[in-house]
């Protein structure tokens, strides 16, 4: 008999545990992107902001696309991402109060060190598509709508090529973030355009080397926005913006530019004020 | 074949330094499986009992269904709480997205069929030697659904087991509603896709090894419990 | 164990005693299945007094069937079988203690089997541990009390649900071919219970295809063959003096067809 009441005590007090969410302090949520995540950037810099405000900040690592959506339905009080067109979008609809600019990274086209399609070192990004193109080299995309993936679409379409009608051939759409897409190619030897900051810190990879950098056309623009309290009277309009604007002081923007792998700066901090 | 190696290692460095990070992300898994499963027991265990025992019209549908539903995909099933749990949705008023609790939720709409197709066929088989015998003690319906739940535990407890072991290795579902914070949702296997996406294969590797040993150990403690009772049982 | 005639003083203690035994009356009780005629136009009326009547008939003739329908396991397609005035319910007016060919055991100790029923019956939670052990007691099974009932053997299992079925208090006994799958030692054991139970007052209704059982134990014997009730008799006059051809096949054991 003790030992029943024991187990249903114990019962009772797993089901309370796992039913209750941990009380926190002031939290936010930031809807933001696998590079801000995966690179460690974030692992830096918010416990610096954490520790004067007081605001924990709980970041949702997503692509660009899902991340916009989440935002759209309210699930978050901060968008931290980099596709421009989409972003003024998003605010233009009423979702997002004002997007600013952050900081910007640069991508990279990444290939095996063989070169099949014999684009290393050019500065050129778009005429190197058109080789790997021209050759049929295997080329692994997000294919997930990810702002790496509007970015790639945007480049493609200045090299006057749709590669999605080799969709399946050299052409291979992962739908999966920049870690698998990354893993996919040097799987498989394929070229595959990703961020600078993913790069230098991914840790597996394996045959593959840049190939092309250094061109304008590459640039990564990072915008936040705040989610409209207006649309979604639950966001924590204050803490977010505390946020917000945390991240475009000099503290903030001198925090990431602080941020190094290797050596390596990874984000270059450019919020206009 | 190196990576495998170095996995090992890896998984025997955290489990050695127990690395107080890790400890939270396990017991983080272990109190999210664990209440998805006490959830889906509630639930599930008197639902099949109740499908084992009754007799309605859309009953063979309604087997048909749970024992379908026990293949139910993870991320579809993270995708419907999400747009429930979502402010947009209609339960966001309550703000559960991105906590345990929406975790939770998730996985035992997981493991609900699992646990419900399992004991239906349990019970059945039960009922089947036990109907005539409580029919004629006088036994309500009610009664009858406890007594069969009841002496069916240690088969029910292994159907427990493989919703355990269902829920505490998913990470299509979790992943999507809980959003895998850091420190707040962060569980096993959202901790191994994310070294993954990071191309730390032998550390996602080494996490992986510990998942296993952490659901052979539960499973190792249950049947040991289950032992201890068969032998008090029969004394 | 006690033999038959007196009450054994201890079924007595556990209150076993009944009050008036209600009549039993089928009337025009018919069964098919698939076609196949298993009852058919059962007329009878049993246990008006105290007494031991079995149903002898071959394997198939409805024995078993017979019993279900009157314990109201089975519902009949026509006819009715009423206790007094209810039909067989289950409700808790009408005890009818039922004890099958092959025991069922709840998976539990022997004397939570017995609580269990007792627990089924309305009894209250402090008296039932005690009625319990006095009624395994008068079974000689007071030794295995704490056992798993599932790991005993036949025989103690099929004494278990002789006990368990008498803990409610029956006003009737029902035994459905009790002894068929046991020894010699065992098969005693529960013809003594049986015989003390008819001494407390208790209607007992047996099926059985064993003629000696029948012979040893029959106070009126009803002969069922192929559905239908052939003979119901005081069983000194069926033995002596079958009135149909089937029965004195059966009796002289012939191949009854």
Redesign the interface.
């Given at each position: 008999m003790t030992r029943n009441s024991l187990r249903a005590r114990l019962?009772t007090a797993?089901?309370a545990?796992?039913?209750?969410?941990?009380a926190?302090a002031e939290s936010i949520?930031v809807q933001s992107t696998?590079s801000t995540?995966?690179s460690g950037l974030l692992?830096v810099i918010l416990p610096q902001f954490t520790a004067k405000t007081g605001i924990e900040v709980?970041?949702?690592?997503v692509g660009t696309g899902q991340a916009i959506k989440?935002a759209?339905?309210?699930?978050g009080d901060v968008l931290l991402v980099h596709a421009r067109a989409a972003e003024e979008k998003f605010v233009a609809d009423g979702f997002g109060v004002e997007r600013f600019d952050l900081m910007y990274n640069d991508f990279v086209v990444v290939g095996p060190k063989a070169d099949p399609a014999g684009v290393a070192g050019t500065g050129d990004v778009v005429a190197a598509l058109g080789k790997i193109a021209a050759t049929t080299s295997a080329f692994a995309s997000r294919g997930d709508d990810s702002g790496t993936h509007k970015k790639e679409r945007s480049l493609w379409k200045l090299a006057g090529v749709d590669p999605t009608s080799a969709s399946g051939a050299w052409y291979r759409e992962t739908g999966s973030?920049?870690?698998?897409t990354?893993?996919a190619a040097a799987g498989m030897g394929a070229y595959t355009l990703t961020d600078r900051a993913t790069w230098i810190?991914?840790?597996?990879?394996a045959d593959l080397a840049i190939a092309v950098e250094g061109d304008t056309r590459l640039f990564n623009q990072y915008g936040v926005i705040l989610v409209s309290p207006q649309k979604?009277p639950?966001v924590k309009a204050k803490s977010g913006q505390a946020f917000i604007d945390w991240l475009r002081s000099d503290e903030g923007q001198s925090a990431i530019a602080a941020f190094r792998i290797d050596g390596q700066q990874l984000f270059f901090p450019n919020a206009k004020r | 074949m190196s990576d495998l190696a170095t996995a090992f290692r890896d998984a025997l460095d955290l489990l050695l330094s127990l690395d107080p990070e890790l400890a939270a992300i396990v017991a983080l898994s272990l109190q999210v499986s664990l209440g998805a499963v006490a959830v889906a027991a509630l639930v599930g265990m008197p639902l099949g009992a109740v499908v084992a025992v009754g007799r309605f019209p859309g009953r063979m549908a309604v087997v048909v269904l749970m024992n379908a539903l026990m293949g139910l995909p993870p991320v579809v099933v993270g995708l419907v709480v999400y747009l429930l749990l979502s402010r947009a949705g209609p339960l966001g008023a309550f703000g559960l997205l991105y906590t345990p609790t929406a975790m939770v939720i998730a996985q035992a709409v997981l493991v609900t069929p699992i646990i419900a197709a399992l004991t239906r066929q349990t019970v059945e088989d039960l009922w089947g030697e036990y109907e005539e015998q409580l029919r004629v003690l006088g036994v309500s319906r009610l009664e009858m659904v406890a007594t069969l739940l009841w002496d069916a535990r240690p088969s029910l407890l292994t159907g427990l087991l493989a919703g355990f072991g269902r829920a505490v290795a998913e990470v299509g579902a979790v992943i999507i509603v809980g959003g895998n914070i850091n420190h707040v949702t962060r569980v096993m296997t959202t901790t191994i896709a994310l070294e993954t996406s990071k191309g730390n294969l032998s550390l996602a590797l080494g996490l992986g090894i510990i998942l296993v040993a952490i659901t052979v150990t539960v499973s190792a403690l249950v049947m040991a419990m289950r032992g201890r009772e068969g032998r008090a049982v029969h004394g | 164990m006690a033999d038959a005639g007196v009450v054994d003083p201890r079924l007595d203690d556990a209150g076993l005693v009944a009050g008036g035994v209600a009549p039993l009356c089928c009337s025009g009780v018919g069964l098919a299945r698939g076609g196949r005629v298993l009852l058919d136009d059962v007329t009878l009326e049993l246990a008006r007094r105290p007494g031991v009547t079995v149903i002898l008939g071959p394997n198939g003739a409805g024995k078993s069937l017979l019993l279900r329908v009157v314990a109201g396991l089975v519902e009949p397609d026509r006819g009715r079988v009423r206790w007094g005035p209810r039909p067989p319910d289950r409700s808790r007016a009408t005890r009818i203690g039922f004890v099958f060919q092959k025991p069922v055991m709840l998976r539990r100790s022997v004397l939570a089997n017995v609580t269990y029923a007792l627990r089924a019956a309305g009894v209250p939670r402090h008296e039932r541990e005690a009625r319990a052990r006095s009624l395994l007691a008068a079974g000689d099974l007071g030794h295995l009390e704490r056992v798993s009932a599932r790991v005993l053997s036949g025989g103690e299992q099929q004494r278990v649900a002789l006990v368990r079925a008498l803990a409610t208090k029956p006003e009737a006994l029902l035994l459905d071919e009790p002894t068929a799958s046991l020894d010699p030692r065992s098969t005693q054991a529960i013809e003594a219970l049986v015989r003390a139970t008819r001494a407390a007052g208790v209607g007992v209704v047996l099926v059985t295809h064993d003629l000696g059982q029948a012979r040893r134990l029959a106070d009126e014997v009803v002969f069922i063959h192929r559905g239908r009730v052939l003979e119901q008799a005081p069983a000194a006059c069926f033995f002596d003096a079958p009135s149909t051809a089937a029965a004195r096949e059966f009796l002289d054991g012939g191949l009854v067809l």
């Open positions: 019962a797993v089901l545990l796992a039913l209750a969410a941990p926190a949520i696998t995540q995966n692992d709980r970041v949702v690592a989440n759209t339905n309210g699930d973030g920049m870690g698998a990354l893993n810190a991914f840790e597996n990879k979604h639950h | - | -």
